[in-house]
């Protein structure tokens, strides 16, 4: 049972690049979310999904897109990537919605 | 605009002694208001959760207070030992769990 995996754990980007986090969870989790960790912000919303095909904008989803195609993966997209994104980003899943998150390791993500 | 506000911003307690961490929230749909517990290099896991029908709950070391009618709750960690520094973060839900801004909390020995 490996709980939440993120991948990469670390990337650097040049600005203007596009790249895929990628999130998987094998607890069965209905609700996914990703949250980018900066200091003094604390963690704050993307985007979150109630299950497979639905998705939703959490505080600050402008630049990333995702979808949920299966319950299992969540993944994140930097359609074109600014240094404001330089982030550490969280993948987090849970059996309903914000209730117990489990959270991934973490992506440390660098644009130049 | 930070729906969660959190203070202080970074706290440092004697070993032995109480942490105490603040939180304010304005939509009082909310009706889940979680606590989590960071060190460095991990993801944040749950430590302790309260729902507003209740105004107190306590697990070992750590407490929630809950003020429904002025909209704020705090965790108490009593007896704070080295092994709890950490970054602490409150949050709240309504359909999805927004956080606060983090407190770096440091216990001396």
């Known amino acids: 049972n490996a709980g939440v995996t993120q991948t990469p754990k670390f990337q650097v980007l040049k600005t203007g690049q596009s790249m895929t986090l990628q999130c998987a969870q094998d607890m069965n989790h209905e609700y996914m979310s990703w949250y980018r960790q900066d200091p003094g912000m604390g963690l704050r919303l993307i985007h979150y999904?109630?299950?497979?095909?639905?998705?939703d904008q959490g505080e600050v989803p402008n630049g990333y897109n995702v979808s949920r195609s299966t319950t299992e993966d969540f993944p994140l997209r930097l359609l074109s990537a600014a240094p404001s994104q330089t982030s550490v980003y969280f993948c987090?899943?849970?059996?309903?919605?914000?209730?117990?998150?489990?959270f991934g390791s973490g992506t440390q993500l660098s644009v130049l | 605009q930070q729906q969660v506000k959190q203070s202080p911003q970074s706290l440092i307690v004697q070993k032995g002694g109480i942490s105490i961490i603040n939180c304010a929230y304005e939509n009082t749909a909310f009706d889940y208001f979680p606590w989590y517990q960071q060190f460095p290099g991990k993801g944040p896991a749950l430590l302790i959760a309260?729902?507003?029908?209740?105004s107190e709950k306590k697990e070992g070391r750590f407490t929630i207070s809950f003020n429904k009618s002025a909209k704020q709750f705090s965790l108490h960690i009593m007896d704070s030992q080295p092994g709890d520094s950490a970054t602490y973060f409150c949050a709240a839900r309504r359909n999805k769990l927004i956080f606060g801004a983090g407190t770096r909390l440091a216990v001396h020995p």
């Open positions: 999904s109630v299950g497979a095909g639905i998705t």
């Open positions: 309260i729902r507003p029908d209740v």
């Open positions: 987090a899943s849970s059996y309903s919605a914000g209730e117990k998150l489990f």
